[in-house]
């Protein structure tokens, strides 16, 4: 129950190293099983195996092509219309419009079913949670959507459907079309709703999200590298309020010293086998 014996310390070293999976996997199921607030932080690693790529992995968007972190700058996206252009493109051509969610994201779900989820944390902008079944209700999009489309003068949120299908009608750079002042649309510049480098993360959310972590019982951070803040600070922060960590990740991270279990492997396919029969 809560309060009692599956909270513990952030010193408590892991059972085994990432090469211990048995041992490790049986850890963390009976980890969960005895929790009612588990909070999970999910990256992009866990939808790696749906055919979206990650940002910063060796084979990461970024690392392949440093240049297209400049899409997702604010300022530059601002100032500069080539570069809205190219983003334009690269929202239409994304593999996320394709991608399904993968048997990770099903694991969450039953997770979830089972009573055991208090919040899902997700610095995913791809909806996949929530196309999986997950309850919107108990999903943060820490970084925001990329399935809307808001607009920087007047803040109207629209459907991304909507906007990419003027794209591909030949608007490079779709302006706002939102009743503006008299009988003219707003006119505004029109980006993803994500939240791109510069922009600040919604106050609320990150409120609710460390609420949550210092209340786990269970952190399970997921797919990703925790190098980003302040997501990457949830670890901590549930560690320091006695949660147990679990980190499933394809590579190291900084806060593995912090983790009672530490798996590798297939994101996909260790969450599907962490949280069979829960």
Partial sequence: MAGTDHRGGEGERPAGDPGDHPAG??????LL????????????GISTDSGIPDFRGPDGVWTRDPSAERL?????????????????????ESPTWAARPNAGHAAL???????RLE??????VDGLHQRAGSDPSRVVEIHGT?????????????DMADTLARVRAGEEDPPCLAPGRGDRPCGGLLKSATISFGQSLVPEDVERAESAAGRAEVLLAVGTSLGVYPAAGLVPLAARA?????????????FDHLAVVVLRGSISEVLADMVAGH
């Fill in 25 to 30: 996997l049986e850890r963390a199921r009976t």
């Fill in 33 to 44: 099983a005895r929790s009612t607030r588990v909070v999970v932080l999910t990256g992009a």
């Fill in 72 to 92: 997702a700058t604010l300022d530059t996206y601002v100032g500069d219309p080539d570069v809205r252009r190219r983003a334009w493109r690269s929202r239409l």
């Fill in 109 to 115: 779900v039953e997770l979830e079913r089972a009573g």
């Fill in 119 to 124: 919040l899902l944390v997700t610095q995913n």
């Fill in 146 to 158: 990329m399935r809307e489309v808001v607009c920087l003068r007047c803040g109207e949120r629209t």
């Fill in 242 to 254: 006695g949660a147990r960590v679990i980190i499933v990740n394809a590579q190291p991270t900084p």
